[in-house]
């Protein structure tokens, strides 16, 4: 069982090397005309996969070369997103292209003109750009000024979404958000790498310049407590003062953040700085991962008479998430917390390569400032 559960951990913290920031794209129906218009942005370096763009080969993709294959990119597109206006398929066709910088990429920004009229009862949409070879791209999709539908997340397990102009109940935008929190603990690995170096010392106490196994599941589970609800309750602040931007801060800067955060907790079960009172760390950090998390929800919710449901039901999920990995490695780790598995490989090991992959996160993202 050793071995397997390294093997596990051993591919998790691969899978989190190789991963990016979460990829977002945004699709916004504007109702404001005649016709039906749709406004979709996305990061120009998804493209790369799908087409050559950079001409000269110098390693860098300037905003000229992406101009240059507008047409083939506009066509690219186009061919992954289809429209429908009270059931009736709408033809789209690009009406302006741009590119802008937004955080830390640069982005496409596609004007669609749609063939169908108003709609009188609602707009779907199937959208699946980039989600075939990427699982963590996100889509966010909004009525631009509207109060009458719920934002939606679309992702790769959910490319179809029908918004309609009639007001949802409240349960319904709760409901939604609440699974979207859920998913997006799971998959945002910056925020589960700084849980996992909080959680791993947790089975330890320092004594004398020592480890020592702490001798029962009751003080194990006390302490993870402690430690995961400071956490908690600390992006709950931020993540509440954020989207409602009574405090705002930096994109770029959260992002870095974040990952120093990483850094820094990985470093002190290395070198043990805070020897006790882990909870002051986790409080103090989970206020900064709280913005992180505003990043999504911002775009969605700010103009929707239900952001208490829905910023209450993200963040619930968020708790949930966060539990489900508690409740699933708590019971490993304090079966294993006597072990010299776990003390080398898991406490110092883990620790050393969350240290590397996070200081890579933070020079990578740096660049954006």
Partial sequence: ??????????????????????????????LNNSFAKAVIDFESDNLEKFMKLDDNDNGIVSWKEIKAHKEEIENFVLSHVEISVDKKRCKSSVDKFEVYRRVHQSYIKLYLALSCELPKEAISLKYDLFFDVDKDQKAFVKIADKDISTPVILSSRKVEVKLNLKKEPMWSSFLNFLIEGIWHIWIGFDHILFL??????????????????RENFKDVLFEILKVVTAFSIAHSITLALSVTKTVTLNTAFVEVAIAVSVLFTALNNLYPVIKHKAWIMAFSF?????FGFANVLHELIVKNSDFVAMLLGFNLGVEIGQMAIVAALLPIFYFLRG????????????????????????VERSFAL
Avoid: Q
């Fill in 1 to 30: 069982m050793k071995i397997r559960f390294l093997f596990l951990i051993f591919m998790l913290f691969c899978r989190i090397l190789n991963a990016d920031l979460l990829k977002e794209n945004f699709i916004t129906f504007d």
């Fill in 339 to 362: 072990s010299k598995y776990y003390r080398y490989l898991i406490l110092y090991g883990l620790s050393g390569i969350a240290a590397i992959i996070s200081f890579i996160w933070a």
């Fill in 196 to 213: 996992l170096m909080l959680l791993i010392p947790s089975v330890y106490i320092y004594g004398n310049s020592t480890l020592y196994p």
């Fill in 286 to 290: 989970g206020l900064i991962h709280g």
